[in-house]
């Protein structure tokens, strides 16, 4: 699976919009971008993922670029819940592939 | 909404001692993980079962550590002797598995060792 490279920390403002980049440059045709965040002392937990298209549900909006070497998450107002460490994780989109976790962002929603 | 059940939540012990973590997938997943997050760090495979069958096994560190998964439902994680580095997050995880799903996997609330 292709590395990602993500900031270690970050902070937004509460209400804010909070992007969250993430670097993928070694990606694979069939690699797809999953995003997972993890609350303190919780598992982590699924957030979103892509393939080409930028996606939206009801947590986030993904923005993938045109040539898949970057993409964004994008949570469009950030509350004082969304502080977390935020994983993204390129793998091939198959049943049963495990996912190989990075460090991941720590974000940081202030009031 | 289904979730992976863990237990126990937390667990101290000594070094040298024995200690098993037990793990209850999403009903009908057929692909079930378990991961090793040391603090500070993010999750890393430990093994990896397709309903009762070993698909990963290679970060597992056979000399002490040992997982099942008989009926292919439940699985249990076993640590002897335990050892002070072995101090971390343990988290189960479980996929529907099959062609066609997302990807997505579903973890449980992990359960946390202290060794002393």
């Known amino acids: 699976d292709a590395k990602t490279t993500q900031p270690t920390s970050m902070d937004c403002a509460e209400g804010r919009a909070a992007n969250l980049p993430c670097n993928h440059s070694?990606?694979?045709?069939?690699?797809?971008v999953y995003w997972y965040r993890q609350i303190h002392s919780q598992g982590p937990q699924y957030i979103i993922h892509?393939?080409?298209n930028n996606e939206t549900n009801e947590m986030a909006s993904l923005i993938i670029t045109e040539d898949r070497k970057s993409s964004t998450l994008i949570l469009p107002h950030a509350t004082l819940r969304d502080t977390a460490v935020y994983y993204c994780?390129?793998?091939?989109?198959?049943?049963?592939?495990?996912?190989?976790f990075g460090g991941g962002t720590r974000l940081m929603v202030k009031p | 909404e289904a979730e992976v059940a863990q237990s126990p939540r937390y667990k101290i012990t000594e070094k040298s001692q024995a200690v098993a973590f037990w793990c209850d997938p999403i009903?009908?997943?057929?692909?079930l993980y378990w991961y090793r997050q040391i603090l500070g760090q993010g999750p890393e495979l430990l093994v990896q079962?397709?309903?009762?069958?070993?698909?990963?096994d290679s970060q597992l560190p056979k000399d002490r550590f040992s997982a099942e998964r008989l009926k292919g439902v439940d699985s249990t994680l076993k640590i002897q002797p335990a050892e002070l580095g072995d101090s971390a997050m343990y988290l189960c995880?479980?996929?529907?598995?099959?062609?066609?799903?997302?990807?997505?996997?579903?973890f449980g609330e992990g359960s946390r060792l202290t060794v002393l």
């Open positions: 892509g393939l080409k």
């Open positions: 070694t990606i694979s045709g069939n690699e797809y």
């Open positions: 079962f397709q309903d009762e069958s070993v698909v990963d």
């Open positions: 009903s009908g997943h057929a692909t």
């Open positions: 994780i390129v793998r091939v989109g198959n049943a049963g592939n495990m996912l190989t």
């Open positions: 995880a479980s996929s529907p598995g099959g062609g066609g799903n997302t990807g997505e996997l579903f």
